[in-house]
């Protein structure tokens, strides 16, 4: 049985792993080959393990657990209302497993006190943007354009909205 709870330092690895894994798949064609084929577990893990030795980040990170393996992440800004990453191991894509770290990281931003949550995906992203939508989160015409660090590749993203309250 899945479950979800705080992450905690030891899992930087993993969540690495799987953030990793997932940026492969879910931007394959989307974002330059060589950038998806170069990403790096070890330099992902030390960028987790930053965040998550940060005192500020306590409960923002969520990680999902089954059998001791952890399969998935999310990751919410409290404070700003702001779904900011939510991964899960490919193989488990459409097995109900995102949505449920998609539901508890609304949980999460509801139980902060927002009215409201954010979350910015890149436009050319479908299948997330589906996945959102049949959640019930609506793009509200904010967009914006980031270049991927050390590349010259323009990322168009795109913010979605859902409202905490009746939702």
Same mark, same amino acid.
């Given at each position: 049985?899945?479950?979800?709870?705080?992450?905690?330092?030891?899992?930087?690895?993993?969540?690495?792993?799987?953030?990793?894994?997932?940026?492969?798949?879910?931007?394959?064609?989307?974002?330059?080959?060589?950038?998806?084929?170069?990403?790096?577990?070890?330099?992902?893990?030390?960028?987790?393990?930053?965040?998550?030795?940060?005192?500020?980040?306590?409960?923002?990170?969520?990680?999902?657990?089954?059998? *001791?393996? &952890? =399969?998935?992440? $999310? +990751? %919410?800004?409290?404070? #700003? !209302?702001?779904?900011?990453?939510?991964?899960?191991?490919?193989?488990?894509?459409?097995?109900?497993? *995102?949505? &449920? =770290?998609?539901? $508890? +990281? %609304?949980?999460?931003? #509801? !139980?902060?006190?927002?009215?409201?949550?954010?979350?910015?995906?890149?436009?050319?992203?479908?299948?997330?943007?589906?996945?959102?939508?049949? +959640?019930?989160?609506?793009?509200? !015409?904010?967009?914006?354009?980031?270049?991927?660090?050390?590349?010259?590749?323009?990322?168009?993203?795109?913010?979605?909205?859902?409202?905490?309250?009746?939702?």
């Amino acid at each position: 049985m899945p479950m979800i709870r705080p992450a905690v330092a030891e899992d930087a690895w993993a969540i690495a792993e799987v953030n990793v894994r997932s940026w492969q798949s879910a931007y394959q064609g989307l974002l330059p080959e060589l950038y998806l084929r170069d990403l790096s577990v070890e330099g992902r893990a030390g960028r987790w393990q930053r965040i998550l030795a940060d005192p500020a980040n306590q409960g923002d990170v969520l990680v999902l657990v089954e059998d *001791g393996t &952890l =399969l998935g992440f $999310t +990751a %919410v800004d409290r404070e #700003r !209302g702001e779904l900011r990453a939510i991964y899960l191991e490919p193989a488990r894509w459409g097995t109900g497993l *995102g949505r &449920l =770290l998609l539901d $508890t +990281a %609304v949980a999460t931003l #509801r !139980g902060s006190g927002h009215r409201e949550a954010t979350l910015w995906v890149l436009d050319s992203n479908e299948r997330a943007r589906r996945f959102y939508a049949a +959640a019930g989160w609506t793009p509200d !015409g904010a967009e914006k354009t980031d270049t991927m660090p050390g590349e010259d590749v323009p990322l168009r993203e795109v913010r979605y909205r859902i409202d905490l309250v009746s939702g």
